[in-house]
């Protein structure tokens, strides 16, 4: 079994993937994916090629977990719903989640992938793994618990997700996505989350 590395050295480890992936994030924002080369990441990142190569092998790799690092960002709110009140944890973890669509980066970094994906099959073939920022996994679980306890009927946690984060994405992210000079004023947020929750706290409440 491979000795493992030292607390020191994990610690260089993380420094160096923070200062690839804050790289990364400028440089695709900047000149695109195709135009945004891994040694042009490592040297603006401080880092050496081989540094780089080893955390990240392949420039889909790298633009991945810059996706993802975008929804999942240390400054991202600690989201504990309440339990026993479905519509209230529904509330607060749908604000959190409005709060990740509205980030300009996500946008920006939306609209990479769908311009680039058709050029790069290596994109195509990437698999997004959504589901593991934070926000996400928060009302995976909370689903899932609620149901466990008796407190909600949520036989299929994955479908009852998906058309709760459906109902807000598509008054919240996808008319700003495809229209940049849309807006929505955070009060008509609050009220796409209140009416996401209700529809579903409805939907899926304790017989």
């Given at each position: 079994m491979p000795a493992q590395p030292s607390p020191y050295?994990?610690?260089?480890?993380?420094?160096?993937?923070?200062?690839?992936?804050?790289?990364?994030?400028r440089l695709f924002l900047e000149s695109g994916y195709d135009r945004t080369s891994l040694a042009r990441v490592a040297r603006e990142a401080g880092v050496s090629r081989a540094t780089l190569f080893k955390q990240f092998p392949t420039k889909a790799e790298l633009f991945?977990?810059?996706v993802l690092a975008a929804g999942g960002s240390p400054d991202a709110e600690v989201v504990d719903p309440?339990?026993?009140?479905?519509?209230?944890?529904?509330?607060?973890?749908?604000?959190?989640?409005?709060?990740?669509?509205?980030?300009?980066?996500?946008?920006?970094?939306?609209?990479?992938?769908?311009?680039?994906s058709p050029t790069f099959p290596e994109l195509?073939?990437?698999?997004?793994?959504?589901?593991?920022?934070?926000?996400?996994?928060?009302?995976?679980?909370?689903?899932?618990?609620?149901?466990?306890?008796?407190?909600?009927?949520?036989e299929d946690p994955?479908?009852?997700?998906?058309?709760?984060?459906?109902?807000?994405?598509?008054?919240?992210?996808?008319?700003?996505?495809?229209?940049?000079?849309?807006?929505?004023?955070?009060?008509?947020?609050r009220r796409v989350v209140e009416e996401a929750a209700r529809t579903i706290a409805a939907r899926c409440a304790s017989p």
């Open positions: 050295h994990q610690g260089i480890a993380a420094t160096n993937r923070a200062a690839i992936l804050d790289a990364a994030m991945e977990a810059t309440p339990t026993g009140d479905l519509l209230g944890g529904l509330v607060e973890l749908g604000r959190a989640y409005t709060e990740l669509l509205t980030r300009p980066r996500m946008i920006s970094l939306m609209r990479a992938v769908i311009a680039e195509r073939e990437r698999t997004f793994d959504f589901g593991t920022l934070p926000v996400l996994a928060a009302l995976g679980r909370y689903l899932r618990a609620e149901h466990a306890a008796g407190r909600a009927d949520i994955d479908l009852i997700s998906a058309q709760f984060l459906g109902m807000i994405a598509s008054a919240v992210f996808w008319p700003r996505l495809v229209h940049g000079t849309w807006t929505i004023t955070e009060e008509e947020q």
